[in-house]
């Protein structure tokens, strides 16, 4: 089977990375679904998408879908939608996610920390969990978790959204392991800074120090995110699972 036939869900699709994920698996030929808690954008984003190479339209190959993906029932629900609509599942690109709280842990309001380990972990859990069956059922799967270098290296005052991408690299190395005999392969990607909306929701001061860092001095782009997802979410990504993929501008070295 090549991607010609093969449907994606990417959560978080109304998003910078999403987005852009979305476009470059449709434009590989993948029929997708644009997972995302805002239903409308998820819709004018699927109804934006280019044409699909291999169908030659976008009609009948995008999908916007709104979910909430903390929610196992909206999950679950969400799920159903797009295997009524596709017919099946091959890949899923955990994308949704925010960078919750920004400040020190001693002043850290416990319901923002919990909120952003729940957007940005949870959801990963649950997505994941619930693609797992379907993937099998299709003979293949390709599951890729947006993590951070903040869950390699820690950012400081974002000790939740780091310690939940932290959890991100764990879970996928886990999960990885786990279906190494399956034909489902697992990765993340572990993107330093990304020019995208989210970056609005950063101090001034917490992103000027995380663009110093990186070598190239630049941010990256969505697209360069969406070029190395899709390596990850195709068929020459075989033996690799449970792996993290650095997309830092040479920052990471480890
Ligand atoms: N932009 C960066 O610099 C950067 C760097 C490292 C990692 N990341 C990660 O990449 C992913 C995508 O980031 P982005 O820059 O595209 O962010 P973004 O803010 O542009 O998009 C995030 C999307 O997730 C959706 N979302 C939020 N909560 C949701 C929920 N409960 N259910 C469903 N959808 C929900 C939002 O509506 C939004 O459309 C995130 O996981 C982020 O942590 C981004």
């Known amino acids: 089977m090549n991607a010609q036939s093969r449907v994606a869900i990417v959560t978080g699709g109304a998003g910078g990375i999403g987005r852009a994920i979305a476009a470059r698996l449709q434009h590989d030929g993948h029929r997708v679904a644009l997972w995302d808690l805002d239903g409308d954008a998820a819709a004018q984003a699927a109804a934006a998408l280019p044409r699909s190479i291999s169908a030659g339209t976008s009609e009948g190959t995008s999908l916007g879908v709104r979910v909430d993906v903390t929610d196992e029932a909206s999950v679950a629900s969400a799920l159903r939608a797009t295997l009524a609509h596709f017919g099946a599942l091959h890949v899923l690109v955990n994308s949704a996610g925010a ?12 319901a923002a ?24 059922e299709a003979g293949f799967g390709r599951i890729v978790n947006l993590a951070s270098i903040a869950g390699k290296e820690g950012n400081p005052q974002m000790s939740a959204y780091s310690a939940a991408k932290a959890g991100v690299i764990a879970f996928t190395k886990s999960m990885g392991k786990e279906l190494a005999l399956t034909p489902v392969r697992v990765n993340c990607i572990a993107p330093a800074v990304i020019e995208t909306p989210l970056l609005a929701q950063m101090t001034r001061d917490a992103l000027a120090a995380s663009l110093a860092k ?17 390596w990850l979410a195709g068929d020459q990504c075989s033996f690799s699972s449970g792996a993290t993929f650095d997309l830092s501008g040479g920052r990471a070295t480890y």
């Not at 960078?99 to 416990?110: E, F, K, Y």
């Not at 940005?120 to 993937?135: E, H």
């Open 99 to 110: 960078t919750g709280p920004v400040a020190n842990v001693a002043d850290c309001d416990l």
């Open 113 to 136: 920390w919990q909120r952003c380990i729940d957007v940005n972990l949870r959801s990963v859990f649950l997505c994941s969990r619930a693609a797992v069956q379907p993937m099998l």
């Open 214 to 230: 990186i070598p190239m001095q630049r941010a990256g782009t969505a697209e360069e995110a969406a070029n190395l997802v899709a």
